[in-house]
């Protein structure tokens, strides 16, 4: 199944109940400020790092990843024009943030998967391909039971990110997974990668991690109150952050909301650009997952700043 996704993943199309509708955000509707925290009485600092908090979800042992690769989004089981909005959405905000597009042609390592029956579909995905979605690595996944829910879940969008361990420098895979092995394969440093320290510490590693690989599936009978950039853009921000699938965000102005708050966010709110920015903004390599927190932190309280000088002028 996910090979067959995969090579025809950019458009599927579908018939029946499994099209999504394009509807176009109103541009007349107030957009949610960042700002705008300050009117229900708790302390900024305090409501930001709640919501970094509540929002990252790092594989087990590891710190936040995020991506370096080019990104090739990838959308099966949709019409052309919905898929092709998708496809160019979450590429623009891949931009936005400092990564590459794919080329045409590329192989998908984003898919977004339509269907009319979420479980059923994850269900088929991970039996049919299981190391797709857990490759064996330490660090690379957020473990079994998570795995679990993804399949049994019943929310209208599920996502798994898979992530890897890397050299900061170079790029390269620094974790062992199932099958590596050079030279004789008898001695452990034979079937493992090796790492050369540049600077050794006890503060910071030159080892972080790199998301390589999302799938998103989508329940399209769960979707329909949602406009097309709505979904574009929650699908964006699961993609490029690791986020906790079962973070509560009602207390904040969030895209994350969609499904419960539909009014609250058109698109990516300054919550939610903030907290990216922050994320990919940050020097990594803090062996300290607190310390790594706290660089998104500092980038959502500079965002604020930034806002309320410019509804000051």
Not at 37 to 63: T, Y
Not at 279 to 306: C, K, M, N, P, Q
Request: with cysteine.
């Amino acid at each position: 199944m996910i090979g067959l996704l995969l090579t025809a993943a950019v458009i599927f199309p579908q018939s029946g109940d499994d099209q999504l509708r394009v509807e176009r955000p109103s541009s007349s509707s107030a957009a949610v400020r960042l700002e705008d925290v300050e009117v229900v009485g708790r302390p900024l600092d305090s409501m930001i790092s709640d919501f970094v908090r509540e929002v990252a979800a790092p594989n087990n042992g590891r710190g936040l990843a995020r991506w370096r690769d080019p990104v090739c989004v990838g959308v099966a089981n949709l019409q052309r024009e919905p898929a092709q909005y998708i496809v160019d959405r979450v590429s623009e905000i891949a931009d936005n943030l400092g990564l590459m597009a794919g080329k045409p042609g590329c192989t998908p390592n984003v898919l977004v998967v339509a269907t009319s029956d979420g479980a059923g579909t994850a269900n088929a995905m991970v039996e049919e391909s299981p190391r797709t979605f857990r490759i064996g690595g330490s660090g690379m996944d957020r473990g079994r039971e998570s795995l679990r829910r993804f399949r049994a879940s019943d929310r209208p969008v599920r996502w798994w990110n898979v992530s890897m361990p890397v050299d900061s420098d170079t790029g390269m895979r620094a974790v062992r997974i199932p099958g590596d092995c050079s030279g004789s394969c008898i001695k452990g440093f034979e079937m493992a990668p090796v790492v050369p320290v540049f600077a050794a510490s006890r503060l910071n590693s030159q080892i972080v991690d790199d998301i390589f690989r999302t799938i998103v599936i989508v329940d399209v009978d769960q979707v329909a109150n949602v406009t097309i950039q709505q979904l574009a853009d929650y699908v964006a921000m699961v993609t490029f952050a690791q986020i906790d699938p079962d973070s509560d965000t009602s207390a904040y102005a969030s895209i994350l909301n969609i499904f419960t708050q539909p009014a609250d966010a058109e698109s990516l709110t300054d919550w939610d650009k903030a907290y990216l920015a922050g994320l990919y903004a940050a020097e990594r390599g803090h062996v300290s997952t607190r310390v790594a927190r706290s660089e998104i932190v500092d980038a959502i309280r500079r965002e604020h700043a930034l806002l309320k000088n410019e509804e000051e002028k």
